[in-house]
């Protein structure tokens, strides 16, 4: 019985050791002191849809990566250019790509509690909300859990600024990855990526690889290794209804101008039930939650009472049983809405217009274009007529409901099976790095415009998420938790030093 005993003891101690992060200690010590060159990164203005700020963004990543030895190349695409990086290490070994975008959404900076989006502040969470700190608070010893603040610090700046931690850690021990290094950077991801699909069709040499791996998105809540097997695509929608041709006294014209707000919003209401459910027929055609898959969404922890904690939501939508089985149907969701003025600015009137604008995250099973016919179909069938244009003034006195409805299919779904050879690699690494199995994310919730690899090249394509889920990223005060800045380090060093 005591020789059992020191056996097991002895089995205990080995797997410890197994799993022990041997780069824990090492991507600390230099990604605290990467934070300096982050926060350089994070001053960038990055707004996807500003030529000039990205230009900056990237001649500061081209610098940097040719610092580590990459061989940079630009794609030139219909818009901004898509940036392939290349580190070569042995012709014959594999080749890995990563998918990262350095772009970022639009700042509205009346809403973040901070003076400069682009100028990054510590902060720390306390009672009363969370309250800045000098940088100098890093040299403290606990700081997981504070956090950067500023655009893009989550969205995706914070992932490349781990990569390139890693990469020096790796230098200073002359050490290199263990297979060809390809970085593909998108700098306008935040702007759907117009230019990558043509890119992938004309470019193919230049794209290929052996796997895909996204470096984009938040963890699990349970701030466990996470990997994500697919996304949903996304289309967008904009629904214009139409009143008098100028704004109108309300008190002069109240019951008798049609008020084109009230006609759009009961277009949008007709599109749903009191449970959140598509009523639009076939909406969710193809979709099927069989045993295999039940099996895969259950496996992942939930997180439905955090999510209603974190969103202050008191019920949800009844369009799967859990968060994860919500994700693996379509979505339909009104993304904003303007009519008139609000506020200090509400005027007394009856709008000229009303204005939704709508995205439907797409799924592997769904087809985009019936998706958008049967939105198109559904709004003909309540008696309005469909324009792809603003109505003429025959038109206006035609037509008592008009709606004119433009529509664009951005990029579609993709998923890799999560038996597939390239997953249970990655798995068998967090495993064994960080001692427990990954979390299996079949299919995310958000989207990426990476679907054109895995259907024109073929490439397997999965997540490797590294930030802390409660971000805000597209929002005011984006934030990355620096645990998890030191924790994706970890990650890249597990990965890049593993052969494939």
Not at 75 to 91: F, G, Q, R, Y
């Amino acid at each position: 019985m005591k020789y059992l005993h020191w056996t097991f003891c002895l089995f205990l101690l080995s797997l410890s050791v197994h799993s022990q992060r041997v780069f824990e200690e090492q991507a600390r010590e230099v990604g605290i002191e990467s934070l300096t060159r982050f926060k350089t990164f994070l001053a960038l203005a990055n707004d996807a849809s500003k030529g000039d700020e990205i230009q900056d963004n990237i001649s500061w990543v081209k610098e940097q990566l040719q610092d580590q030895g990459f061989e940079i190349k630009l794609l030139e695409t219909s818009s901004l250019p898509l940036m392939i990086a290349n580190l070569s290490i042995k012709e014959k070994l594999p080749t890995i790509a990563l998918y990262m975008h350095l772009d970022g959404q639009a700042v509205d900076r009346s809403k973040w509690n901070q003076d400069d989006p682009y100028q990054a502040v510590i902060k720390q969470e306390t009672a009363s909300g969370f309250e800045t700190l000098s940088w100098e608070a890093l040299k403290g010893e606990n700081i997981d859990e504070f956090r950067i603040f500023a655009r893009s610090s989550s969205d995706d700046k914070g992932p490349f600024a781990m990569l390139l931690t890693a990469l020096d850690i790796l230098k200073s021990k002359k050490k290199r990855p263990a297979f060809n290094l390809k970085l593909i950077l998108d700098f306008e991801e935040e702007q759907s990526s117009p230019g990558l699909p043509e890119s992938v069709k004309t470019h193919k040499e230049d794209l290929l690889a052996d796997l895909l791996l996204i470096f984009d998105g938040p963890m699990h809540v349970s701030k466990q290794p996470t990997l994500v097997f697919g996304n949903r695509g996304i289309a967008t929608l904009t629904l214009t209804t139409y009143g008098p041709i100028t704004a109108q006294h309300s008190g002069h014209y109240g019951n008798y101008v049609p008020n084109p707000a009230l006609a759009l919003t009961k277009i949008l209401a007709s599109m749903k039930d009191d449970q959140g459910r598509v009523l639009i027929p076939d909406f969710y055609k193809g979709i099927e939650i069989d045993l295999a898959t039940k099996k895969v969404l259950e496996a992942v922890p939930s997180e439905d009472a955090s999510i209603m904690a974190r969103t202050q939501i008191a019920t949800t939508d009844q369009v799967g049983t859990n968060y994860q089985e919500s994700i693996q149907y379509p979505s339909l969701n009104i993304r904003g809405m303007r009519s008139g003025w609000v506020g200090k600015e509400a005027r007394t009137i009856v709008p000229a217009t009303a204005t939704a604008e709508m995205d439907i995250r797409l799924v592997v099973e769904s087809d985009p274009e019936a998706l958008l016919a049967g939105v198109k179909t559904h709004i003909e069938s309540l008696g309005f007529a469909l324009l792809d244009h603003v109505p003429s003034k025959e038109e206006r006195l035609s037509n008592s409901k008009l709606v004119t409805l433009t529509s664009k299919i951005a990029y579609p779904a993709f998923r890799t099976d999560t038996q597939a050879k390239e997953g249970k690699w990655l798995t068998k690494i967090l495993k064994e790095y960080y001692g427990t199995s990954p979390v299996i994310i079949r299919t995310s919730g958000g989207s990426v415009p990476i679907s054109p690899f895995v259907s024109e090249l073929g490439v397997p394509a999965i997540g490797v998420p590294t930030v802390n889920l409660d971000n805000n990223q597209h929002s005011p005060n984006e934030n990355l938790r620096i645990g998890n800045y030191l924790m994706g380090i970890e990650t890249y060093l597990a990965i890049l030093t593993t052969k494939f």
